[in-house]
């Protein structure tokens, strides 16, 4: 990872991202790097990690099915400062 000392970049102080998904902007220490997208192909998930991306796929499921339906969404108490969405995902992930 190279740190970027170029003043181009000084409008992306305080920000982060990607561009393309080949360049990689990154803020560590109050200091800009700059490296290359990093190529996660070659990497197997455990079946544990697994177990948790379909846990995670079926909380967002639920929580974009009561989020689309409007009589739902209506119904479904929320605490105040969450939405709809995040009450129903947390509350799925939860009791699963």
């Avoid at 200091?31 to 909380?59: C, G, H, I, N």
């Avoid at 409007?70 to 129903?88: D, L, S």
């Avoid at 995902?89 to 699963?96: D, F, I, N, R, S």
């Amino acid at each position: 990872m190279a740190r970027c000392y170029n003043p181009a970049f000084t409008p992306w102080a305080g920000k982060r991202g990607s561009i393309r998904k080949q360049i990689v902007y990154r803020i560590r220490g109050g200091l800009l790097f700059v490296s290359k997208y990093p190529d996660m192909s070659k990497v197997k998930p455990t079946e544990l990690q697994l177990q948790y991306r379909e846990r995670f796929a079926a909380a967002v499921r639920y929580a974009q099915d009561i989020n689309n339906d409007p009589v739902k969404k209506a119904a479904y108490p929320v605490p105040k400062g969450k939405t709809v969405y995040q009450t129903a995902l947390k509350e799925y992930l939860e009791a699963h």
